[in-house]
């Protein structure tokens, strides 16, 4: 089993930044790849950013390509996603997601608000 911690999120102004971590833990795991999703009020939820673990470019959504940036520590099992020039229509509760040896996972979610 697997666990996903997600943190980092908050209330920022518009234009404002925030960066949210997930870091993953449990017995004798391997990651495929992590990658972050979204669910605004009223909303499905929607693919953001993902990374692969082995290497390769990441992928974003068309929504925040130049504005948020997606890493990760392998050593850490952890991924981060820088998000720069906020809107308020990023307002969601964002998701980590892992897929790896033992299955998937999903983490429980932090909220984002962007409001002035």
């Known amino acids: 089993q697997v666990q996903l911690v997600e943190s980092g999120g908050g209330l920022v102004q518009p234009e404002g930044s925030l960066r949210l971590a997930c870091d993953a833990s449990?017995?004798?795991?391997?990651?495929?790849?992590m990658s972050w999703h979204r669910q605004a009020p009223g909303r499905e939820r929607e693919f953001v950013a993902s990374i692969r673990w082995a290497g390769g470019g990441p992928l974003y959504t068309d929504a925040v390509k130049g504005r948020f940036n997606i890493s990760r520590h392998r050593v850490k099992n952890t991924i981060y996603l820088q998000m720069n020039s906020l809107k308020p229509e990023d307002t969601a509760v964002y998701y980590c997601?892992?897929?790896?040896?033992?299955?998937?996972?999903w983490g429980q979610g932090t909220q984002v608000t962007v409001s002035s």
């Open positions: 997601r892992l897929e790896g040896t033992t299955g998937n996972y």
């Open positions: 449990g017995r004798a795991f391997g990651i495929y790849a």
